[in-house]
C-alpha cells in the first residue's frame, strides 16, 4: 500500500468488519485445480509470469493505442497470455497455435471482446435491456452472445458494465442499467449466469467481466473520465452492490476504472481492489486493467513514469495490464530492483492462469465449431421480445396508439426511421448493419398487408441546421391520418464511452421538425431513440403519444411495428429519472430528504411567500423528474390496492438473526380492455435510523401478465437482505425504525403501509 493515504484507507475500511461474506465462485474453489496452477507457476521464468499479465488490441482499436504490433513474437516467446479485439475462429485459432506450438511452456491465450448487447443479433442497448426489468431475459440474451461469441475463438467479454449512473449527461449511462443499485445487482447476476452458463468449461460459455470497478458512473459533471468523489458509505450502500452481485454470481474478471476515486485512481486502490474485492468479498478470479488506465495513473499524477505506474497498479491489486506497455517493460526490473515482491506477480499469474483452466482452454486451446453465417431464427426472435419489453410509453394522450392500421396512411419522419447503423447504438459488438429491418422497411409491409400506406420524409439529418427537408415531412404529415416521428441521439457520436452531453435536448433541429410537424394538425406518435433520458418538457405537453425505445437493436423494425400497430403492448420502465432540465443532474429518485423538503409545495412558479421560499426547490424549475424512475405506461389499465403488510411490527435483532421477515403484498387489477404486462415494484422508506435513508428505495419488483378484467394478488418478502444498511458505526445491520412500504408502479406513487421495527 506504498504511497497511499492511509486516512482514506481507514475511513474506507470502517466497513470491513460486517461485511457481508460471499462465497467463492465454485470454479475457484478446487484444491486440485490450485496444485495445478501452483505446479505450473513454478515453471515460469519471470519473463513468462510477466506476460501472463498482459493483454494488447490486435484488432479495431477501441481506444488509444500503443503502437505495438509484435504480438506473434511476443506470443512464441510466451510474453503475451492475452489478446482482444480479434475474433474469428481462423484468427484466434492461428494465434492459439503460435502459443500452443511455439511457446516454451504452451500456456493458451484467451481472448477478449467487448460483448455488450450481443456479439452479432445485437440486443437492444443495456440501458434499454435494463429497462425490461427482465432478469431471466437478461440471460438468456447473455447466453446468446456467448453462444456466438464462443464459436469465434472469444471467451471472455468486457462486460457486464454495472457502473450506476444518477447523471444522465454522462454517454457511458447507455452501457448500464441505470441508477438504481437493487436492479442493478439483479441485471448484473443475471449477465454474468448468461455469459458464463452452468459451468465456464462448458465450449458455450465466456468469462464475463465486471466493470468499470469503482465508482466510474460517479463522474463529476457527467463528464466522461472525470473525478469522483464517493464516501464510504455511499460507496458501500449504492456503487459496489450491483459488483458485489456480479462477483457472487461467479464473475471471473474485473476490470479496474479510469477515474480517480477520493484522491486514488481506480486503477492504483488497494481499497477497493485488494481489501474489498480480493480480501472481504474473496474474489479469486483476476482484474484487469481499463484501456491504458495504468498509463494514465501519469496524468492523474500519482505516476511519474511507466516504471511507477505499474508499481503502483500491481501493488494495488490490478493484475493485468490493459494496452498501457506498463507492466511488459517494467515489471521484471520492478522485481528484480525489490520494488515489486515476486509474490506479488505469483499471485496474480495465479489469477489469470485460475480463470484459463476454468475455461478448459488447456484442454480446448482452439474453436472446434466451425461459425455460424447470419443469425438464428430463434435468436432473432428473442431480440425482437428484448426490444418489445424495453420501449417504455411515455405518454399516450387519447389512445393514440395503437396505431388502426387498415386502410390507414401513416407518415413515417426523421433520422432515425431507416437508418440501420443507428439501431445497434453504441458497442455493436460484430452486429452488422445488413442484420437490421429499420422502422421503414417493416411498416411499410405492415401498412401495405392492411391496405394501408407509409410516406416516408427524412426531414432532416442529426448534424444540420438546414431545415430543407422540413417542407416534405410537413406535406407527409398532412396528406397521412397518423404522424410517426423517429428522432434522436446520433449514437456513435454523442452516446456511450466519450460521448458525454451537457445538453440533454433533441440534438440538431429535430425539436424545429417536431413542432413543425406538429402544427400540421395530424395526431402525432413521437419516439425517441436514445442512450439517456433527454429533456422532452415541450412534448411532453403538445405531443400525444411518446414512446422512449433506446437503440432498438437487429429487431428493431419489427418491434416497433408491433407495439406500433399494437400485436404487442409496450411494457418497459425507466431506470433512469427523465429530468425537465439539464441543472437537476445529477438526478435520482433515491435521494436522501433535506431538513426542508418541499412537500406540498407548488413549485410550478417562483415562490411567492416565506412557505414557498424557504425549501429545498428551484426558484425556476420544479423538483420532480419529468418521468420518473419506474414509470411507464401500457395500453391497459392496472388499479392496484393499498399495500398490506404482514405484522405491524417487527424485531431489528430477529430480523438480522434471519429468524424474521415481512410479507408485504397489493392486489392488482386490470382494469382495461387489453392484456397487461405490468412491472410491480416494492419500495421501502426508514426513518429514526442512524443515518439518513433514501426517501425510496427499491427492494423488489416482479413482471406479471395480466388479462383483462382479472385480478392478482403480488406478494413480496422483505428479510435481512433487504432492510439492512451500512449505519453510523459502518456496520451493514438491520436497525430499529419507522418502516413504510409502498407497492406500486412507479417510485412515485402506491399507498404507504406502516411497519414498527422494534429493538
Ligand atoms: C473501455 C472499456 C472497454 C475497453 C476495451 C475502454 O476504453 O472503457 O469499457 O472494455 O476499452 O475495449
Redesign the pocket.
Known amino acids: 500500500m506504498r504511497g497511499f493515504p492511509t486516512l482514506l484507507v481507514s475511513t474506507l475500511l470502517m466497513g470491513v468488519v460486517a461485511a457481508q461474506s460471499s462465497p467463492p465462485a465454485a470454479w475457484g474453489n478446487n484444491p486440485e485445480l490450485e496444485s495445478k496452477i501452483d505446479a505450473l507457476v513454478k515453471q515460469m521464468t519471470l519473463e513468462e509470469k510477466v506476460g501472463q499479465l498482459v493483454t494488447y ?1 490486435a484488432g479495431a482499436p ?2 488509444p493505442g500503443t503502437g505495438r504490433n509484435d504480438y506473434k513474437e511476443m506470443i512464441a516467446r510466451g510474453q503475451l497470455g492475452s489478446l ?2 480479434i475474433t474469428g475462429a481462423d484468427q484466434t485459432n492461428a494465434m492459439q497455435k503460435i502459443a500452443i506450438e511455439k511457446s516454451r511452456l504452451h500456456i493458451p491465450l484467451l481472448f ?1 471482446l ?1 460483448i455488450i448487447h450481443g456479439y452479432r443479433t445485437e440486443f437492444p442497448v443495456p440501458l434499454g435491456v435494463s429497462a425490461t426489468w427482465d432478469p431471466a431475459l437478461v440471460e438468456r440474451a447473455a447466453h446468446v452472445a456467448a453462444k456466438e461469441a464462443s464459436r469465434e475463438g472469444v471467451r471472455w467479454t ?1 462486460s457486464p ?1 454495472v457502473d450506476i449512473a444518477r447523471d444522465a449527461r454522462w454517454g457511458r449511462i447507455i ?1 448500464g442499467a441505470g441508477e438504481d443499485p437493487y436492479l442493478g445487482s439483479a441485471l448484473a447476476a443475471a449477465y454474468v449466469r448468461g455469459y458464463q452458463g452452468a459451468k465456464l468449461s462448458d465450449p458455450d460459455s465466456i468469462a464475463a ?1 465486471a ?2 470497478f469503482v465508482g466510474y458512473g460517479a463522474a463529476e459533471g457527467g463528464r466522461d473520465y472525470n473525478t469522483t468523489e464517493i464516501p464510504s458509505r455511499l460507496l458501500r450502500q449504492v456503487y459496489l452492490p450491483p459488483f458485489q452481485a456480479a462477483l457472487d454470481a461467479g464473475a471471473a474478471t474485473f ?1 479496474s476504472a ?1 477515474n480517480s476515486l477520493n484522491g486514488v485512481p481506480a486503477s492504483a486502490n488497494p481499497v477497493t481492489l485488494s481489501q474489498i474485492l480480493k480480501k472481504e468479498w474473496s474474489f479469486k478470479g483476476f482484474v484487469t486493467s ?2 491504458n488506465s495504468i498509463g494514465e495513473l501519469i496524468p492523474q499524477g500519482v505516476a511519474t513514469d511507466h516504471a511507477m505506474a505499474a508499481q503502483k497498479a500491481i501493488l494495488a491489486g490490478v493484475d493485468m495490464d ?1 494496452e498501457s506497455n506498463a507492466y511488459g517493460p517494467h515489471l521484471v526490473d520492478l522485481v528484480k530492483s525489490g520494488a515489486v515482491p515476486e509474490s506479488v506477480i505469483d499471485e496474480s499469474v495465479g489469477r489469470v492462469l485460475r480463470v484459463k483452466f476454468a475455461l478448459g482452454l488447456f484442454d480446448h486451446p482452439y474453436t472446434e465449431t466451425t461459425s455460424q453465417d447470419g443469425i438464428a431464427p430463434e435468436d432473432a426472435d428473442l431480440a425482437r421480445k428484448a426490444a418489445e419489453e424495453s420501449f417504455v410509453l411515455l405518454r399516450n394522450d387519447g389512445g393514440v396508439l395503437p396505431i388502426k392500421a387498415n386502410g390507414k396512411t401513416v407518415a413515417l419522419i426523421g433520422p432515425m426511421a431507416d437508418d440501420a447503423g443507428q439501431m445497434l447504438g453504441s458497442w455493436g459488438g460484430k452486429s452488422q448493419a445488413k442484420d437490421v429491418i429499420t422502422l421503414r422497411t417493416e411498416l411499410i409491409k405492415r401498412l401495405e398487408a392492411a391496405q394501408g400506406h407509409v410516406i416516408y420524409a427524412k426531414g432532416t439529418e442529426f448534424r444540420t441546421t438546414s431545415d430543407k427537408g422540413f417542407a416534405d415531412a410537413v406535406t407527409a404529415a398532412r396528406q397521412s391520418d397518423i404522424a410517426v416521428l423517429a428522432l434522436g441521439e446520433d449514437a456513435p457520436w454523442m452516446t456511450g ?1 466519450a460521448g458525454s452531453r451537457a445538453h440533454l435536448d433533441l440534438p440538431g433541429n429535430q425539436q424545429a421538425l417536431l413542432e413543425a410537424v406538429a402544427a400540421a394538425g395530424k395526431p402525432v406518435v413521437l419516439l425517441i431513440f436514445s442512450g439517456r433520458p433527454l429533456i422532452l418538457n415541450w412534448a411532453s405537453q403538445h405531443v400525444p403519444a411518446i414512446m422512449e425505445v433506446w437503440y432498438p437493436g437487429i429487431q428493431a423494425g419489427p418491434a416497433l411495428a408491433n407495439v406500433l400497430l399494437g400485436d404487442s403492448a409496450p411494457s418497459g420502465r425507466l431506470t433512469t429519472s427523465f429530468p425537465r432540465a439539464v441543472g437537476q443532474e445529477p438526478l435520482y429518485y433515491d435521494h436522501f430528504n433535506t431538513g426542508r423538503p418541499a412537500d406540498g409545495v407548488d413549485l410550478s412558479h417562483p415562490p411567492t411567500n416565506d412557505k414557498e421560499k424557504y425549501v429545498s426547490r428551484y426558484v425556476d424549475e420544479q423538483n420532480s423528474a419529468l418521468y420518473p424512475f419506474g414509470y411507464g405506461l401500457t395500453y391497459s389499465t392496472v388499479s392496484y390496492s393499498p399495500t398490506t403488510v404482514s405484522t405491524t411490527t417487527a424485531s431489528a435483532k430477529d430480523l438480522n438473526a434471519g429468524s424474521a421477515k415481512l410479507t408485504v403484498s397489493a392486489e392488482l387489477r386490470n382494469t382495461g380492455s387489453r392484456p397487461a404486462d405490468e412491472v410491480v415494484q416494492l419500495y421501502i422508506r426508514q426513518t429514526g435510523t442512524s443515518v439518513v435513508r433514501p426517501v425510496r428505495e427499491l427492494k423488489g419488483f416482479r413482471r406479471i401478465t395480466l388479462p383483462p378484467g382479472q385480478s392478482q394478488r403480488v406478494e413480496f418478502t422483505l428479510a435481512a437482505d433487504e432492510l439492512r444498511f451500512w449505519n453510523i458505526d459502518m456496520k451493514n445491520v438491520v436497525e430499529p425504525a419507522q418502516l413504510t412500504v409502498w407497492i406500486a408502479p412507479d417510485s412515485t406513487r402506491g399507498t404507504p403501509a406502516k411497519v414498527t421495527i422494534g429493538q
Open positions: 488490441s477501441t481506444g482482444f479485439n477478449g467487448d468486457y458494465m452501457e467481466c466493470k468499470h476490470m479510469f481499463d484501456w490493459m464511452e
